[in-house]
Nanobody, 121 residues
Framework: QVQLVESGGGLVQAGGSLRLSCVASGIVVYTMGWYRQAPGRQRELVAEITSGTGDSTNYADSVKGRFTISRDNAKNTVYLQMNNLKPEDTAVYYC???????????????WGQGTQVTVSS
């Protein structure tokens, strides 16, 4: 069974920190990323990290220098460390994995259920 389970969201004051985690199961993951969607806005990329030797990362301009994405391949887990949070970071954060089901070759995008991050001013 394919699952992406996020955790770590919550309510924090501006300037605070949160760490999101996403554990994947039932799939072989390649690129993993975090997206967010605020009310009335489209879902947007926050950060992504590729797989393989020397993982490369990509960040939205709005989070560069404040957020860090990392992964633990042994645990099939991706993290998002969020520092110096701002009220405009308030959104539902979703984990996405480009992956294939075990014993199959076709890759697809899989999404988690989302975790709420609320930053108060």
């Amino acid at each position: 069974q394919v699952q992406l389970v996020e955790s770590g969201g919550g309510l924090v004051q501006a300037g605070g920190s949160l760490r999101l985690s996403c554990v994947a199961s039932g799939i072989v993951v390649y690129t993993m990323g975090w997206y967010r969607q605020a009310p009335g806005r489209q879902r947007e990329l926050v950060a992504e990290i590729t797989s393989g030797t020397g993982d490369s990362t990509n960040y939205a301009d709005s989070v560069k220098g404040r957020f860090t994405i990392s992964r633990d391949n042994a645990k099939n887990t991706v993290y998002l460390q969020m520092n110096n949070l701002k009220p405009e970071d308030t959104a539902v954060y979703y984990c996405k994995a480009n992956a294939r089901v075990l014993f199959r070759t076709a890759r697809n995008d899989y999404w988690g259920q989302g975790t709420q991050v609320t930053v108060s001013s």
